[in-house]
């Protein structure tokens, strides 16, 4: 999207696939006879199996807002996207671009416009919920996140919901908030969610969940010989054990290999998401794994949250960079269910992946007073200034009080 990267970069070429016995056919499906086991395709073959995988993804959600079909008006989602996107940024050369949506992925395409695009850029991110990134971040990190990318240039309207987009001579040229504010903008990009993919699942006849085709744990459907994975199917969230959309990178390539080891004749379940993930906005790093404090309660969890200021080398090391991390505990079970983690250092923010797997091995506040990490000044504090150690501290001392 912003020239750091060329499109066939993130496609799996043919030929590496072919070179592994694979037979790569590029066609529309067009119907599946589950009862024949066969596919069918727009090009007339008809192609026999013996067990199937359907991995159709996600489509963006594009809400029905008026001026949707104007021209500058783009969304966000796939590689023809991004292309889309370059072109506009190339030929149309906008000057006010609006984001609709201040998700992780606006977020990031917005900081990469602003350092990668060689003139001044007005970029406006318009987000309905209260707070940049509402599903990675509590309030009090997110507020850390707006803070920072405003004083790079970004203008970031929460609270605010896009009700007409407005044009002249068939191109947008503003958007228009509920409030009555009036933004210009040569450019919107529309990144709201995605939708899965399911409308051959529905033609087999395969069941569904709310987000999705119903898999077990293995990627099986409804059909014995059907298998399914990734944005079309639908998770159960690790923490709640309650079904969700769980729709990134992760699960869907975890799911692949749970589904080609179960071919293969293995028995390893997918054991949930966690909807672990990051961004890179400018040199700030946000990464966020399992419950927020704000989902835990939607969830009726009462929690124990500590949240702690750490830094990137030990304190006597010149070049120190500020990081924060915050761990939410359940209150009844003491086990930790979330962590968010805002650094001005990339490796400070891997960190997460320490958190993702204390949660999947069900840690509690007391086990993680004696976590100690492996350290060197030059990567990370001292041991005594451990943030996970630390925050438990905090956590086991926030518990104690609250029950007298």
Request: proline letters at 5%; a negative charge.
């Amino acid at each position: 999207m912003a020239g750091l990267a060329a499109g066939q970069s993130i496609v799996v070429p043919d030929k590496m696939l072919e070179g592994a016995g694979i037979k790569v056919i590029q066609d529309t499906v067009t119907g599946v006879d589950a009862a024949n086991k066969s596919v069918m395709v727009s090009g007339g073959e008809t192609y026999p199996y013996d067990k199937l995988y359907l991995a159709t993804g996600a489509s963006a959600l594009i809400p029905p807002i008026e001026g949707r079909d104007l021209g500058g008006v783009v969304s966000l989602r796939g590689l023809s996207d991004a292309e889309e996107i370059k072109a506009c940024i190339a030929e149309k050369a906008p000057v006010n671009i609006v984001f609709i949506g201040a998700g992780f992925i606006s977020m990031e395409i917005a900081s990469l416009l602003v350092e990668n695009v060689p003139r001044k850029l007005n970029i406006s991110l318009v987000e309905f919920l209260d707070r940049p990134l509402p599903l990675m971040l509590d309030k009090d990190m997110a507020e850390l996140v707006q803070t920072f990318v405003e004083q790079k240039g970004l203008r970031i309207f929460t609270g605010e919901k896009a009700e007409k987009l407005v044009g002249r001579d068939g191109r947008v040229t503003g958007v228009k908030l509920a409030s009555g504010k009036e933004l210009d903008a040569d450019m919107v990009v529309i990144s709201v969610g995605v939708q899965p993919n399911v409308e051959l699942a529905e033609q087999i006849g395969l069941e569904m969940g709310r987000f999705g085709i119903k898999v077990n744990g293995f990627q099986e459907t409804s059909h014995p010989d059907i298998l399914a994975g990734g944005d079309c199917v639908e998770k159960i969230h690790f923490v709640t054990k309650k079904p969700t959309a769980g729709r990134l990178r992760g699960p869907a390539v975890m799911q692949g290999r749970i589904a080609a080891k179960r071919l293969a004749g293995y028995a390893i379940e997918f054991p949930g998401v966690l909807d672990a993930g990051g961004c890179k906005l400018f040199d700030m790093t946000v990464t966020a794994t399992g419950l927020t404090e704000e989902s835990a309660a939607r969830e009726g969890i009462e929690t124990v949250c500590a949240v702690v200021d750490s830094r990137s080398r030990h304190a006597m090391i010149p070049g120190v960079k500020p990081w924060k991390i915050k761990l939410v505990f359940d209150k009844n079970t003491q086990k930790l269910i979330g962590g968010q983690i805002v650094s001005h250092e990339v490796a400070p923010a891997r960190e997460i992946d320490a958190v993702s797997a204390f949660i999947l091995g069900g840690k509690t506040i007391p086990e993680l007073t004696t976590f100690t990490s492996a350290c060197n000044p030059d990567i990370s504090s001292e041991p005594s200034a451990e943030p996970i150690t630390v925050a438990a501290e905090q956590a086991l001392q926030k518990l104690r009080a609250q029950l007298g």
